[in-house]
């Protein structure tokens, strides 16, 4: 949301920005134990029990890799029998599953889709499809920030939305791409990349 709100236009962006206090007011007093508890839940540290967790998960890995550095062991190989060594992080699973070869494959795979948004809004004079480009870059960044939080591609309507978003950003491309030509039949000529050739004694 918060890139959405910078990728505005900036009539836009300033009408956002000013309406955003007061909805986190309505937030906290529809829920007032919202800012005790995220409060709480930022500085609990590994005393946090979801938090701990998390931590033990490092060693696990480590010692996995030691073992398949660049490949893993495999894809959907991991399969732990205690629910504690379910291991909440995508780029983990991935890391064991398909080492550090499958981490960069992952890593393009959440973060390109992301780029290609970015880059078709600039393409873009359309504020329509500009704004629809910084809503899909937002959507597209959530979907890489949440897999450090879970085994997010473990879950179908994770995977089912996020192959949603890349058609999106997909077809978002290629109206962008089209309007370069709608360009050039309004009036912009194409510059030629061959020179008119001087007259001879010219």
């Known amino acids: 949301m918060g890139l959405l709100v910078l990728l505005m236009p900036a009539r836009q962006r300033v009408v956002a920005l000013c309406a955003l206090p007061f909805g986190l007011a309505l937030v906290f007093m529809s829920s007032p134990g919202v800012i ?10 590994t005393t946090d029990s979801s938090v701990a967790a998390r931590v033990t998960d490092y060693p696990l890995v480590e010692h996995s890799l030691e073992h398949a ?37 992952l890593t393009a795979f959440l973060v390109v889709p992301a780029i290609s948004a970015l880059v078709a809004r600039r393409r873009s004079s359309d504020p329509e499809l500009r704004f629809l480009c910084a809503a899909l870059t937002g959507a597209a960044l959530a979907a890489f920030a949440c897999s450090f939080a879970f085994d997010s591609l473990s879950y179908p309507m994770f995977t089912g939305l996020y192959a949603l978003t890349i058609g999106l950003i997909g077809a978002a491309w290629q109206l962008a ?25 010219g």
């Open 36 to 45: 005790r508890t995220l409060t709480d839940f930022f500085g609990a540290g």
């Open 69 to 105: 550095l660049w490949f893993g062991q495999g894809g959907w190989t991991y399969l732990p029998e205690n629910l504690l060594d379910v291991l909440d992080n995508q780029f983990l699973k991935t890391a064991i599953e398909l080492g550090l070869v499958g981490v960069l494959a």
């Open 177 to 201: 791409a089209a309007e370069a030509p709608v360009r050039v039949r309004a009036g912009t000529e194409p510059v030629s990349l061959n020179p008119t050739p001087l007259a001879a004694g």
